[in-house]
């Protein structure tokens, strides 16, 4: 059965105020399609091209929260970001969240969005699913990827989490305290409020039993590191310091035509909200030399 429920009006204003008279000369359009097993799926459009950049959101957020890539790299390129299921405004289901669905979700939105050549760009959780998309699709447009503030399986693991998490997801008031926080702690500088509140209240709308099974990915990390080197494409690794180790590993082991590594020192986890300048200038310095690279792009 697939349990749609919906945002609140609240949400709904908060989203039509983010995704309108804030862009006037590159308007954000939202789209819906209908994914195989009956969920209705939510993604957000700026610009025009053949030429497109697909953003990937992290764990329990929103399309939204990459509002200031959409309005400012659609001056160059036709900007996606897209809404897994159960986040954003893609409906709540009760329906299979396992990776192999979501990714098969993935690939129906590439189709239903009609992309051609185009550069994939995952963050945080995002990042994994950008790369298990990869390992399973071979999507023949792709000609470069942008991976954000997340591991990818080189060098030594990075700390857990806390052992009472799933405790922490099924107690209603708990669940709220950690969340709140969690959607906080991803800046280091007030965020737009507006982008702020579509953050929390997608974290919010995600069910518990969703949000656990979505951090707990059923692949050891030796799977990102393979995938990523079977890559033969462009990658951006933009990350912050904590991630320095495995940014060196990746211009160690790729040629340096394949590899930029970006490290930003003062921004939180979500880099781009809270310095979306130095995030977008080499975004888009990486995509137009990425899809400018002649010859034939394989997957190993």
């Known amino acids: 059965m697939n349990g749609v429920a919906t945002l609140s009006s609240k949400v709904y204003l908060l989203l039509a105020l983010l995704l309108t008279g804030l862009a006037q000369a590159n308007p954000i359009h939202h789209h819906y ?3 195989s097993d009956g969920v209705r799926l939510h993604y957000l459009e700026a610009g025009r091209g053949e030429q497109t950049l697909v953003f990937i959101p992290g764990w329990v957020m929103p399309a939204a929260v990459f509002e200031q890539q959409l309005l400012a790299l659609s001056d160059k390129f036709r900007v ?3 809404d897994p299921r159960s986040q954003g405004l893609s ?5 299979s969240h396992a990776p192999q669905r979501r990714m098969r979700d993935l690939d129906e939105f590439l189709k239903a969005a009609k992309v051609k050549n185009f550069i994939l760009a995952g963050w945080s959780l995002g990042v994994l699913e950008s790369l298990d ?3 399973n699709y071979k999507p023949k447009g792709l000609r470069g990827l942008i991976l954000i503030d997340n591991s990818v399986g080189e060098g030594r693991p990075p700390g857990g989490r806390s052992s009472n998490f799933q405790q922490t997801m099924n107690d209603p008031k ?5 969340l709140s926080a969690f959607c906080k702690d991803i800046y280091r500088e007030p965020p737009p409020p507006l982008v702020a509140q579509a953050v929390f209240d997608s974290a919010m709308r995600v069910p518990p039993t969703i949000a ?3 951090m707990n990915q059923p692949y050891p990390r030796e799977y990102w590191r393979e995938t990523l080197e079977k890559q033969n494409v462009p990658v951006l690794y933009i990350a912050r310091p904590w991630l320095k180790e495995q940014g060196a590993a990746l211009l160690a082991k790729r040629p340096p035509e394949l590899i930029t590594v970006n490290i930003m020192e003062k921004p939180g986890h979500a880099l781009f909200v809270d310095d979306p300048k130095g995030f977008n200038d080499a975004t888009r310095s990486f995509s137009v030399a990425a899809f400018a690279r002649k010859g034939e792009f394989s997957h190993r």
């Open 174 to 178: 708990k669940r709220e305290a950690y």
């Open 80 to 82: 996606l970001a897209f």
């Open 212 to 214: 656990i099974q979505l």
């Open 133 to 135: 998309y990869l390992a």
């Open 33 to 35: 399609f209908t994914s």
């Open 91 to 95: 409906a709540l289901t009760t329906l």
